[in-house]
Structure formats: C-alpha cells, structure tokens
Nanobody, 123 residues
Framework: VQLQASGGGLVQAGGSLRLSCAASGRTFGSYSMGWFRQAPGKEREFVAAIDKNGYSTDYQDSVKGRFTVSRDNAKNTVLLQMSSLKPEDTAAYYC?????????????????WGQGTLVTVSS
C-alpha cells in the first residue's frame, strides 16, 4: 500500500490543522492505522491510532482532548484533526499502516509509511 500524507503547514499556537492520509489499494479497511510524529533531534513518537472499522481510537496522553483521528474506508482516507495546537506539537507527521487488526503504539509493527507532512506551530 502507498500512503500520501498532506495538510501540514504553519499555524499559530491555539490554532487548528487537519491532516489527511490517502491510501492506495483495496485492503485499506482491513487494518488499523496510526499517526506518528518526529520533531527535530527527537525520536519518532506515537500520536494516535484507529482500528480498521473506526470504532476504537487511542491517543498519546499529550494530545488527548485536542486531536481526533478518524477514517473513511470508502475513500481510503484517515484524518487527524488537531486543535489547540502548541509549539511542542511542531514535528513532521507520518501516517502508517499496520497489518494488525488491533491498534498498536509500536512503530515497529507498522509496515507502510507515508512521506510525512510538516506541522509548525508558532508561539
């Protein structure tokens, strides 16, 4: 599967952005999806995940209540709505697919990755 992330940009603290990840292939709805981010000089970290049907979600504690992950299997798309953005949210954001049907926070269990979209939050 090929993943294409988009929607990043420059936003002031407190603002919002919506990231989109478009997937190719016919099996999109069979697997859980995740969002990760990597800030300059830091390791890649888990942000959010959603199960194959969109019924269950999981979030890193620092984004709970501010970020919402969703998916549209008919359109092969997963979204990350980000609100109340903070400068510490600045990072390259990546969408990824795991072949697991259950959600996971483990990056090593994701086998397909998008190219990343840069989010910059100014103070």
């Amino acid at each position: 599967v090929q993943l294409q992330a988009s929607g990043g940009g420059l936003v002031q603290a407190g603002g919002s952005l919506r990231l989109s990840c478009a997937a190719s292939g016919r099996t999109f709805g069979s697997y859980s999806m995740g969002w990760f981010r990597q800030a300059p000089g830091k390791e890649r970290e888990f942000v959010a995940a959603i199960d194959k049907n969109g019924y269950s979600t999981d979030y890193q504690d620092s984004v709970k209540g501010r970020f919402t992950v969703s998916r549209d299997n008919a359109k092969n798309t997963v979204l990350l709505q980000m609100s109340s953005l903070k400068p510490e949210d600045t990072a390259a954001y990546y969408c990824a697919r795991t072949r697991r049907t259950l959600m996971t926070r483990e990056a090593r269990l994701y086998d397909s990755w998008g190219q990343g979209t840069l989010v910059t939050v100014s103070s």
